[in-house]
């Protein structure tokens, strides 16, 4: 297998590899009013299918994107005293996402997150997914979104730059009913907002829950702990889970709790708290339950900040919930794009979406999708620095 290990383009990089695109075809520059799209080959998948690197830039914010499951590679924004760096983790090259990656910046779908005993009934109808996470399905199965090949198209519009990402879903895909139809727009704007736009539409009664799994480091890749992070999500409640980290059913309070991020604190500090949720998920790994619910128009749902770097990530979205991951699962055998190694806490992730489970659990917020309506949601990141 053929892989690609180039490192993230400098702005000089990037501009020197859209002149040898144009010469010699070995990739693609797309150019509009200041804004840039650059393409690049990253590696080829065993049976043959080529994988594309996409780098766009918006002022000076950078997004580097693969076709193979929409992962989000490389997302580089400034600290306070200018200096840029990549706050994604991920690999330098395509082998290490096909030999086990732990969803590092993928798209997410058909179902984010985790259902019990892969099994659900949807209109009298039982469904079997694969069980890929001990006794239950997780991120869509063992072959879900994250693990395909999207088609990628550029755009520059009103000022934004972003790349449309689009595939079908055949009906029978990883056990899920219908045909699903699904369009991602990844956008950066010219304040430096990083957007995800979500939409899909059905042949066939089915569920669905997307989401994007990046994990953050707003000290940069590869800096190690995001413990000293300090964290705010406006969720009063939190869903707790079994042993499985499978939901019960409860829409527990946070308050008293380790769970309690109404008010800024640090990652890590009530991370060793021997209260039984931590134990379960090894740290945090939990849908809060979002103070505002479904809303039409993205809301502010969280803030995170690095004290060292200076660095502020701001969280919109019109979903009801977000998983908190403190990147519990993260033992010292992945090195990522700067060569480091990441350890436990390395990263965190805060992924949107519906709640775990909601097929079978009738008081969550309904997944199901029908014919004739089209799923959407957005989230959208914003940052600064302090």
Not at 348 to 356: I, K, R
Request: net charge positive; glycine share 12%; hydrophobic share 30%.
């Amino acid at each position: 297998m053929t892989t690609s290990r180039r490192t993230l383009m400098t702005a000089a990089a990037a501009a020197g590899l859209a002149a040898t695109a144009v010469a010699t075809g070995t990739g693609t520059a797309y150019a509009k009013d200041g804004g840039r799209a650059v393409k690049e080959h990253f590696g080829t998948l065993a049976d043959g299918t080529k994988v594309d690197r996409w780098t766009i830039r918006n002022g000076r914010t950078r997004l580097s994107v693969l076709s193979y499951g929409g992962i989000v590679q490389s997302l580089e924004i400034p600290d306070r005293h200018g200096h840029l760096a990549n706050v994604s983790l991920g690999f330098a090259d395509l082998d290490s996402y096909v030999a086990g990656s732990p969803y590092f910046g993928a798209l997410i779908g058909r179902y984010g997150n985790r259902i019990a005993n892969g099994r659900f009934t949807l209109d009298g109808h039982a469904y079997q997914l694969p069980v890929n996470d001990g006794p239950n399905s997780l991120h869509g199965g063992d072959k879900g979104f994250d693990k395909r090949v999207w088609s990628v198209e550029p755009f520059e519009r009103a000022g934004n730059v972003g790349l449309t990402l689009r595939r079908v879903s055949p009906d029978g895909e990883m056990g899920y009913p219908g045909k699903l139809t699904v369009r991602v727009d990844y956008t950066l704007t010219p304040t430096g907002d990083f957007r995800i736009d979500y939409e899909a539409t059905t042949d066939k009664a089915t569920v669905v829950n997307l989401t994007n799994h990046t994990y953050y480091n707003l000290g940069g890749e590869g800096t190690g702990s995001v413990y000293d992070h300090r964290l705010e999500i406006a969720a009063s409640r939190y869903t707790p889970v079994n042993k499985t980290l499978i939901p019960t059913g409860e829409l527990a309070k946070v308050a008293g709790t380790p769970f309690d991020f109404r008010r800024p604190k640090a990652i890590g500090r009530d991370i060793r708290e021997a209260h039984q949720q931590v134990l379960y998920g090894q740290g945090f790994d939990h849908n809060f339950v979002l103070d505002k619910g479904i809303t039409s128009r993205p809301e502010h749902i969280a803030t995170v900040g690095d004290p060292e770097s200076g660095r502020v990530m701001r969280i919109a979205t019109t979903e009801p919930g977000v998983q908190f991951y403190s990147g519990n699962f993260l033992v010292g055998t992945l090195a990522g794009t700067s060569g480091k190694v990441y350890r436990q806490g390395d990263g965190f992730c805060l992924e949107t979406q519906h709640f775990p489970d909601s097929p079978n659990q009738p008081g969550f917020p309904s997944t199901v999708l029908r014919p004739g309506q089209t799923y959407r949601s957005t989230t959208v990141h914003s940052f600064s620095t302090r």
